[in-house]
């Protein structure tokens, strides 16, 4: 118990060390612009990986600090888990070649896309739930990313600007976009399965 709880609690630490140093680089970024802190919220809460390191750091701290509370349940734990691990994978797959980040930019970019989500996985295997989680357990974990679509949308909408290449509308268009969505929900799903088969194999 106690192993799970530092575990948990460092993997806390090292997602808010990551959301912390990004949005300390776009706050730097839109004030040489004349923005300020609302506007590099803008920026950063755009994303699905600010958002899903976020959702790590909130279950990974309810863990190490209120194992019994609802932030720390099997299930909030699975998808955060699964989005996190998403993160990693589409970003090494799509994104890592269209742009070429150097200094702290670099060291945000490796916490979050790959040193964050390796270790929540990590901690997924090693301390897995100690319930049986649900055979539509990815259904439930798939109804985030599919939230997040919505969310990315409107904002595009609103404020002209689109966080990912993939659901840009107005250089793609919505037939594209949804199909660009539909599939990343599918690796969404394979993912949370495999999971949730790693776990229930434990």
Not at 59 to 76: C, D, I, K, Y
Not at 136 to 155: E, G, S
Not at 175 to 188: K, Q, S, T
């Amino acid at each position: 118990m106690r192993a799970m709880r530092f575990s948990a609690g460092l993997l806390s630490v090292s997602a808010w060390a990551a959301v912390s140093l990004q949005l300390g680089l776009s706050l730097q970024l839109v004030r040489t612009q004349g923005g300020g802190i609302a506007d590099a919220l803008v920026i950063v809460l755009g994303y699905f990986t600010i958002l899903s390191n976020l959702f790590v750091a909130l279950t990974a701290g309810a863990l190490a600090l209120a194992p019994g509370s609802r932030l720390a349940s099997p299930l909030l734990r699975g998808c955060a888990t699964t989005a996190i691990v998403v993160v990693g994978l589409g970003y090494h797959l799509l994104l890592r070649q269209i742009w070429d980040p150097q200094g702290w930019q670099w060291i945000a970019d490796n916490l979050l896309h790959y040193a964050v989500p390796v270790a929540a996985l990590a901690h997924w295997l090693w301390f897995p739930p100690q319930t049986r989680l649900p055979k539509h357990a990815p259904l439930l974990w798939a109804l985030y990313p599919a939230a997040y679509l919505a969310y990315a949308l409107i904002r595009g909408e609103w404020i002209a600007a689109y966080p990912y290449p993939f659901i840009d509308v107005p250089a793609l268009g919505y037939p594209r976009v949804f199909a660009n969505a539909a599939g990343l929900l599918l690796v969404f799903l394979a993912s949370g399965a495999l999971l949730r088969l790693a776990v229930r194999r434990r």
